[in-house]
């Protein structure tokens, strides 16, 4: 963050900076305009659950409740006053139908549910969230921050402008080893694929028969996830795949597209074949492929 956004954050919280350097947990709400942003950034569709972990005066859940209809959310907070006035808030405005607030820690919250995650709490609170968020909330719930970011896992995206809102999309879990199986070439061909994820972002290499290859552009967004390889298949020469599916728990649905490269070009036949992996506790990626290094 530039430093003058940093000054700027700053004034806006003057009021509370000697309680801030304790890092009491303190109420300061989000502007009107962030809250607007945040909400925007959710996307909201008919039966998404929206929480929010540190309410405060329930601004940003009842935002997004008027903005879409057919959402319900919920609301915890430590501070009784703050939810004891978000409940007669929500009686207010005619939404306590849809939503309540709870006196609670945001490390007891159930994730399970939420299809959307609001935060703004201090950075350090907001990193120790992020083992819970990635446990508990499903692949593909939004998780969207006021002005600070979760640290080492990135942002899928930043609205920048006046002062930053963040999102995310809980990626699926992909790290370990998957099969499949291709029909080409008039041979079923194995493929033994192994990926290593870190948050959102992923590396895999993969065997079929007595090759191994490295994916490139390894992209993962919540449950989708899309790869390209290229790797010589005996009777068909240099070949492109590029993988586009859905991760479900243990298996991933989607579709392959195959073309020859002659000189770095596609050429001839391009197929698209049905892809379906299956997730495995053992990988022929690492038998010996019987080749020797002279
Ligand atoms: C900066 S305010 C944000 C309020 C609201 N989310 C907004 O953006 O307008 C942070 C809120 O989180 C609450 N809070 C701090 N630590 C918390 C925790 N561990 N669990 C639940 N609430 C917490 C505070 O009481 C405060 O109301």
Request: hydrophobic share 45%.
């Amino acid at each position: 963050m530039h430093w003058w956004r940093v000054a700027a954050l700053c004034a806006s919280l003057a009021a509370g900076v000697a309680q801030a350097q304790e890092r009491f947990s303190i109420f300061a709400g989000s502007p009107p305009d962030a809250v607007a942003r945040m909400v925007q950034l959710a996307e909201l569709g008919n039966g998404d659950h929206v929480v929010d972990l540190g309410s405060g005066d329930g601004r940003i859940v009842f935002a997004a409740l008027e903005a879409h209809a057919g959402v319900r959310g919920w609301g915890v907070d430590l501070d009784p006053k703050l939810v004891h006035g978000a409940n007669a808030e929500a009686q207010k405005r005619g939404l306590a139908e849809r939503v309540h607030f709870l006196q609670q820690n945001a490390f007891d919250a159930d994730l399970s549910k939420a299809d959307v995650i609001f935060m703004w709490l201090w950075p350090e609170l907001m990193y120790m969230l992020r083992a819970k968020i990635l446990r508990e909330a499903r692949p593909g719930t939004r998780v969207i921050t006021n002005i600070w970011d979760l640290g080492s896992w990135k942002p899928d995206y930043i609205d920048e402008t006046p002062l930053p809102v963040n999102l995310w999309r809980v990626p699926a879990k992909v790290g370990g080893y998957w099969n499949w199986t291709l029909p080409l070439g008039g041979l079923n061909r194995n493929y033994a694929a192994v990926f290593e994820q870190h948050f959102q972002q992923l590396e895999g290499v993969v065997r079929s028969v007595d090759r191994r290859g490295i994916f490139s552009n390894p992209e993962l967004h919540g449950t989708h996830i899309s790869f390209a390889l290229e790797m010589t298949l005996d009777g068909k020469g240099l070949t492109r795949h590029r993988f586009s599916g859905t991760v479900d728990g243990d298996r991933i649905n989607g579709t392959v597209r195959v073309v020859r490269l002659v000189q770095g070009e596609e050429t001839g036949e391009r197929l698209e074949l049905p892809w379906q992996a299956t997730r495995s506790t053992t990988s022929a990626y690492f038998e010996t492929t019987g080749l020797a290094l002279r």
